[in-house]
């Protein structure tokens, strides 16, 4: 039986996720764009239209109000929309105290995630030779709004928190349709070590977001998507 999927952000990646929604097991009950839902006004019960879960791939400037008014509906959220992170701990205190749940990340590909564990393998490998100096670059279409991604900032604070302690320079560009390129390096007078993903479509963060919707059924808190992801493995 398939499950009622709201999708909140009806742009590029909320149609996408709308066409895989069914290989899912999701059927869309709602398609809310950002036209319709000044400050989260127009999410209500009767717009959700009994959906159980809601894919957000909105604005920064609309997620954390998105988030807290679906909260408050009792609807658990996937939030695929990067950049508002900055009001993260009131949103999880509003999902928290709603008794809901709430999947968020910077980036929903699975190979995106991969990829974020093999940076900071080798950026603890790294920390020890001080000859190496690191830098971050990213690319996307020129749409996306926020720069540096949410993924380059994360790449950068994973090569922190793995022990590298020297500065890491980041780079951003927007350009045509570019779905995303993301790039951590490290440079010394020897030699270079470059470690690379590209996403060749969307494909990959729509079906991440809806693996996480999945996952989310009868869940209450609030998960950075990269914690789950040895379970939906």
Do not use: C
């Amino acid at each position: 039986m398939s499950r009622g999927v709201a999708i909140v952000g009806y742009g590029k990646m909320g149609r996408l996720v709308e066409q895989l929604a069914p290989s899912f097991g999701f059927e869309v009950y709602a398609r809310i764009n950002g036209a319709e839902n000044p400050a989260g006004a127009g999410l209500s019960r009767e717009s959700l239209a009994g959906a159980e879960v809601a894919i957000d791939f909105s604005t920064p400037q609309a997620a954390p109000e998105n988030i807290v008014r679906l909260a408050s509906l009792g609807v658990n959220v996937v939030s695929g929309t990067t950049g508002w992170y900055d009001a993260l701990p009131a949103v999880r205190e509003s999902v928290l105290a709603a008794g809901t749940a709430l999947v968020w990340g910077p980036n929903f590909s699975i190979g995106v995630n991969l990829f974020l564990q093999t940076v900071g393998h080798a950026a603890s490998l790294l920390s020890r030779y001080p000859d190496y100096e690191a830098w971050g670059w990213e690319i996307h279409h020129a749409a996306k709004r926020d720069a540096p991604s949410g993924t380059l900032k994360k790449l950068a604070e994973v090569v922190r928190a793995s022990g590298y302690e020297r500065e890491v320079n980041l780079a951003s560009n927007r350009a045509g349709t570019i779905p995303g390129t993301h790039e951590i390096g490290f440079d010394s007078g020897s030699d270079t070590i470059t470690l690379r993903h590209t996403a060749h479509n969307r494909d990959g963060f729509a079906r991440g977001a809806l693996q996480a919707a999945r996952w989310i059924d009868g869940k209450k808190g609030v998960y950075e998507f990269r914690q789950i992801l040895g379970e939906l493995s």
